[in-house]
């Protein structure tokens, strides 16, 4: 019987600085939720760390999904800061339905961040 299930990701702050760099600003809006860009770029430039480490929770958290033939639904799965600043997993949408699919029930994340990356590691039990 499986207990739970842990994903990992890393993300080069280069990759972030280029895609930035790249696409004008796409980025930010695809990948990233409304309250995600606030959190990301609140009135300066784009904090490269805080990006890279939202997308590195975004992959690990998919990766939870045991789901290799769906497309990572970005705006589905938001990092947020939660009670105390700890980072917060919401779903929304199929990232949702892909969780339910799973048997994912509460999902925990751990985000690092120094030059040159970031690491995020997901962990879900069983409901």
Known sequence: MESGRVGVDLVPFARVREMLAR???LLMT???TEAERALCSP????????IAGRLAAKEAVFKLFHSSRETLPWQGIEVLKGPGGWPEVRLSGRAAELAEAALIGRIEISIAHDEPCAIAVACAARP
């Open 30 to 32: 695809r990948m990233l």
């Open 43 to 50: 009135g300066r430039s784009p904090d490269i760390a805080g």
């Open 23 to 25: 696409d004008d600003g």
